[in-house]
Every structure is written in C-alpha cells, then in structure tokens.
C-alpha cells in the first residue's frame, strides 16, 4: 500500500506540520514565533521519522504513530501564534477525528478504508473549513519563517 494512498489520514497530520513561524521573536498573541518554530522543527522531525511505520504498517506501529503525532498536535495548539490559532485548532480537531475513528477500527489500515467513516473523514478533510485552515497554515509557514512546504 503507498505510504501517500492512505495518506488521507495523514493530511491532517502533515497540514498540521505546516503551522509555525521561524521568524523573529516577536509576540503574535500567543508564543513567540521562534519558539513556536522550533516546535515545529520537531513535529517535522518526528513525522519524518514515522513515515517508515507505512512503508510496512502493522496496528501496533500505526497506533504509535498516530498518538505520538496527535500529542506533539495537542502540544502545538497550547499558545499558537494568533494569526493562526483557529486553523491550529482546526486541525487539531481533525487529528483527534483521525485517531478517534482509527480506535474504534482497531488501528487497522485496511478496515479503515472500507469503513463507512473513512468516506466522511474523506469529505471533511477535502471540505472548505479544514483546506482553508491548511492553506492558510501553508502560507504563514513560508511566509512568516521561511519553512518550505511539506509535501
């Protein structure tokens, strides 16, 4: 299976990735664009290195995957800069749809797909609120710290 044919599923988690500003220091409302850079530098980091769990997933290795993201998630949507607070937890709430749904399938790829579920996450993901968060995500990564975007 393609690590990018399921990746549905990860499309909130990689828009997610894109949140952040490297820029300077300066306060937006919420934490500091630097700091909150350098989180993301870390939920990148991370993310990159559990793309191997869907090279060959097992429910176990998706699990981990999944709750180790969807924390470092929660994390991010602590103090994000107020620029882009409701997008941040607009993809937050996404994740916790994600992984919600891949509980109640036992955290199995296959099951998911067939799941009647996955056709309502398919429209959620692809509908205006969740792609104009993650646009609007995409831009003030690139735009405010110079992060080139995550494909």
Same mark, same amino acid.
């Given at each position: ?18 949140l952040g500003a490297c820029g300077d ?26 793309d191997s769990t869907f090279e060959n997933?097992?429910s176990a290795s998706v699990e981990t ?5 969807? @924390? ?10 107020? /620029?882009? $607070?409701? *997008? =941040?937890?607009?993809?937050? &709430? ?32 692809? @509908? ?10 995409? /831009?003030? $990564?690139? *735009? =405010?710290?110079?992060?080139? &975007?995550?494909?």
């Open positions: 299976m393609k690590k990018r044919s399921t990746t549905l599923l990860l499309g909130a988690l990689a828009a997610t990735a894109l220091d300066k306060k937006s409302g919420g934490s500091s664009d630097a700091a909150y850079c350098a989180q993301i530098k870390d939920y990148r980091a991370t993310s990159d290195a559990l997933p097992t995957a999944f709750t180790t993201m969807q @924390g470092m998630i929660h994390e991010l949507d602590k103090n994000p800069p107020a /620029a882009i $607070s409701a *997008d =941040v937890h607009t993809m937050t &709430a996404a994740v916790d749809r994600i992984v919600a749904i891949f509980e109640q399938y036992d955290w199995d790829l296959v099951a998911l797909q067939t799941a009647p579920e996955y056709a309502e996450l398919q429209q959620q993901l692809t @509908g205006e609120e969740f792609s104009g968060a993650s646009d609007r995500l995409e /831009a003030y $990564s690139m *735009d =405010v710290c110079g992060l080139p &975007a995550d494909s």
